[in-house]
T-cell receptor, first 117, second 115 residues
Framework: EAQVTQNPRYLITVTGKKLTVTCSQN?????MSWYRQDPGLGLRQIYY???????DKGDVPEGYKVSRKEKRNFPLILESPSPNQTSLYFC????????????????FGAGSRLTVL | AQSVAQPEDQVNVAEGNPLTVKCTYS??????LFWYVQYPNRGLQFLLK??????LVKGSYGFEAEFNKSQTSFHLKKPSALVSDSALYFC?????????????FGTGTRLKVLA
């Protein structure tokens, strides 16, 4: 089944304790992206990657890191989490290519609910 | 600044009645437009998109959306609502430029279909 898999789905942690949220897709998609969803703010893009070793900042990158060493994986790293990073996080991927690349449909993971105390 | 507005936090409609979920955008040029739906404890799922051509786009589960360039709107519609349509709906835009992967999402509208 074509899917985007995120882990963990739920996590409670404490301020300053480094954590990684993993994201993996099995569709050979070139484009991958991370979003956070907060009430009243919708989805905001954190980072995106257009291909292996190519990443760029979205709208809210502060406090996050990413890497794209393999095509299928795009982990989100919180080096020193703070309470304002408590949120619902989504990884998404899409097929990229030439031409109308922005028209590609995003496939989302099920989400990772993170609480930072 | 580029933005997407969903003016209603919640829309209530009786089962069997038509529904409309509104979306307007402020993006330069001719963007691509999308609707996604989110069911509880799930990720977002694609419903439909507009690239070019006919202003009325048909999508999954009987949903359609009407693109209006002069009003910069992309309202989601369904002729007859089902209780199972109750969910959170997001409008999104992507600028029509090759290599730009900027998706801008609205704040979401919760649709409640009452039996």
């Amino acid at each position: 089944e074509a899917q985007v898999t995120q882990n963990p789905r739920y996590l409670i942690t404490v301020t300053g304790k480094k954590l990684t949220v993993t994201c993996s897709q099995n569709m050979n998609h070139e484009y991958m992206s991370w979003y956070r969803q907060d009430p009243g703010l919708g989805l905001r893009q954190i980072y995106y990657s257009m291909n292996v070793e190519v990443t760029d900042k979205g709208d809210v990158p502060e406090g996050y890191k990413v890497s794209r060493k393999e095509k299928r994986n795009f982990p989100l790293i919180l080096e020193s989490p703070s309470p304002n990073q408590t949120s619902l996080y989504f990884c998404a991927s899409s097929l990229s290519g030439q031409g109308h690349s922005g028209a590609n449909v995003l496939t989302f993971g099920a989400g990772s609910r993170l609480t930072v105390l | 600044a580029q933005s997407v507005a969903q003016p209603e936090d919640q829309v209530n409609v009786a089962e069997g009645n038509p529904l409309t979920v509104k979306c307007t955008y402020s993006v330069s040029g001719n963007p691509y437009l999308f609707w996604y739906v989110q069911y509880p404890n799930r990720g977002l799922q694609f419903l439909l998109k507009y690239i070019t051509g006919d202003n009325l786009v048909k999508g999954s589960y009987g949903f359609e959306a009407e693109f209006n360039k002069s009003q910069t709107s992309f309202h989601l519609k369904k002729p007859s609502a089902l209780v199972s349509d109750s969910a959170l709906y997001f409008c999104a835009v992507s600028p029509q430029r090759s290599g730009t992967y900027k998706y801008i999402f609205g704040t979401g509208t919760r649709l409640k279909v009452l039996a």
